[in-house]
């Protein structure tokens, strides 16, 4: 897994207003008119797309404008047809068009797709939408490692400085303008577009933010809300943001060591897990671990990264990731290890953009960040440190404006909200959802007692339960809990290729 492999997995694993937060929600500028929307066929499953105009500047409604692009499924059943569903793609800088991922995500099976209207889009300053364009030799000269001394994070704030310069040159105005509060606003816009008094919304990860920050500015304007696997834009120490991303870490490996040790189709079923993986790590460390397949090193980064990716969703992952480290330990190739290179390598970099437009860091210095990383691996001793950590360092020195720093939502005249969650998510913790669940009122916590990002891929109970809400706003029983749904026999390569992934194949947040 070479340095470039690893910088694209950062950028995708590496992955707000004081004022406007607290202000009273406002109408946006097109709240009570429909425009004309010029729908085209798109995709691959039925889809239609469209653009429309939205500021590029919500404080200049009048000024610059640029195309938002917008895709759309009609419901199967326009009998009965509810409404309209946002789902909002997650990352940040993932696309809801390209791939058309409604397909991909909602079966055509599912209710949401028979008795909705699923509308998503290209947030701004992704694919269709103004994309945030960077050079990609600058780009590919990331920083891949937590910094080790004072050279390294001096070398780290030097890049983030390079890196947002050369992407506001290449991307013009619409780079200072797509926090996710300018995204919230552009949801409601498509509101305004399609005519419709009311929707409802879902999302996983990164979208929650969008959706959280909806019912906080246009509470009136929703139906019903689900939002799956949350980002907490409360977090405002930087250590605790690694703490609690470390933490799920290591409850979700040690939730898979204990699945190989009861699962005979395990490729380590017999072995001590915890014991060979430490032992791989050690080696990674000392710089003696080899890949089979290459004879090249993996670095410790690149195995915690590896097994990380893992604990996004167990039936597709947790069987390949085993088989992998087998390998490694065996010293022998296997099919389940690749050091391809990124699908697609591309100048459309939004993620560090978009990431810190919302979140700064008050870190002082090298010290204290290497305090942190000190403190966590004895907190945590197999996994170390979440490779999030990488959220934390690339806004350190960044140049873009932080128009939407993190605060506490304040929320109110919202319907009921359900809120899944799993018992060890490395995407989106479970400390994250419980303190989003205390800050929106009305919440329902459906608990998901596995591992996993995303409740509504890993468990079909906690996809009963959405789906039921979402369509009759019948909520789960308070205390509902939904079992561990884990593989017995590894997934068919095709059926681990229909997981959702970005847009490269890296893990959203």
């Known amino acids: 897994m070479g340095k470039r492999l690893l910088t694209a997995l950062l950028a995708g694993l590496t992955l707000a207003i004081s004022t406007a937060g607290a202000a009273a ?9 429909s425009v004309p929307i010029n729908w085209a066929a798109c995709g691959d499953y039925g889809g239609e797309c469209a653009a429309i105009k939205v500021p590029v500047d919500y404080a200049d409604p009048s000024g610059p404008a640029i195309d938002l692009a917008i895709g759309r499924l009609k419901a199967l059943d326009p009998a009965k047809r509810i409404g309209v569903l946002v789902v909002h793609p997650g990352g ?35 694919g269709r939408s103004s ?14 490692t937590y910094p080790a001394n004072e050279a390294e994070y001096q070398a780290w704030l030097a890049y983030n400085a390079k890196l947002s310069r050369d ?10 303008h797509v926090d996710t509060t300018s995204a919230t606003r552009d949801v409601d816009s498509i509101r305004a577009a399609l005519g419709e008094k009311k929707i409802s919304f879902f999302a996983i990860s990164y979208g929650t933010q969008v959706g959280q920050q909806y019912a906080e500015l246009f509470p009136g304007n929703l139906r019903a809300m689900a939002i799956d696997s949350n980002m907490d ?38 072995e001590n897990v915890t014991a060979l993986w430490d032992d791989l ?99 945590f001793p197999h996994t170390k440190l979440s490779p999030f950590w990488s959220d934390v360092m690339s806004c350190l020195n960044w140049q873009g404006k932080v128009s939407n720093p993190q605060h506490r939502l304040d929320v109110s005249g919202t319907p009921p909200t359900l809120l899944p969650k799993s018992r ?32 509504y891929r890993n468990s079909t109970c906690a996809r009963t339960h959405i789906e039921t809400y979402l369509t009759s706003m019948v909520l789960p029983p308070a205390g509902a809990r939904c079992a561990p ?25």
């Open 25 to 33: 929600a406002e109408p946006s500028p097109q709240a009570t008119t």
């Open 92 to 126: 940040p800088g993932s696309s809801g068009i390209n791939p058309f991922i409604l397909g991909n995500a909602i079966p055509a099976a599912s209710l949401l797709r028979q008795r909705f209207d699923l509308v998503s889009l290209d947030p701004r300053g992704v």
């Open 131 to 144: 994309p945030v364009k960077c050079s990609l030799d600058v780009v590919n000269q990331a920083p891949v």
């Open 167 to 176: 992407c506001r040159e290449h991307t013009g105005p619409i780079f200072d």
């Open 233 to 270: 834009h409360s977090i405002t120490s930087a250590f605790r943001y690694l703490q609690t991303t470390t933490e799920d870490f290591e409850g979700s490996f040690r939730a898979f060591a204990r699945w190989c040790g009861q699962t005979p189709a395990c490729p380590l079923y017999g």
């Open 281 to 379: 790590h050690r080696q990674a460390v000392e710089g003696t671990l080899k890949d089979p397949a290459t004879g090249q090193p993996v670095t410790a980064e690149e195995l915690r990264v590896e097994l990380f990716g893992a604990m996004y969703a167990p039936q597709q992952r947790w069987f390949p990731v085993a088989s992998s480290l087998k390998s490694l330990a065996d010293g022998r190739p296997s099919k389940a290890r690749t050091t391809a290179a990124p699908k697609a390598e591309t100048v459309n970099y939004a993620y560090p953009a978009i990431w810190c437009s919302d979140w700064t860091w008050q870190v002082t210095g090298f010290k204290e960040l290497d305090s942190y990383r000190k403190r966590l691996e004895r907190t």
């Open 424 to 455: 060890y998510d490395v995407g989106t913790p479970a400390a994250w959802n419980y303190a989003v669940a205390r800050q929106i009122p009305k919440t329902t916590i459906l608990e998901y007692d596995g591992v996993g990002h995303g409740q």
């Open 485 to 509: 749904e884990y593989p017995t026999q590894p997934v068919t390569a095709r059926a681990a290729e229909e997981l959702p992934l970005s847009a490269t194949g890296r893990p959203l947040h």
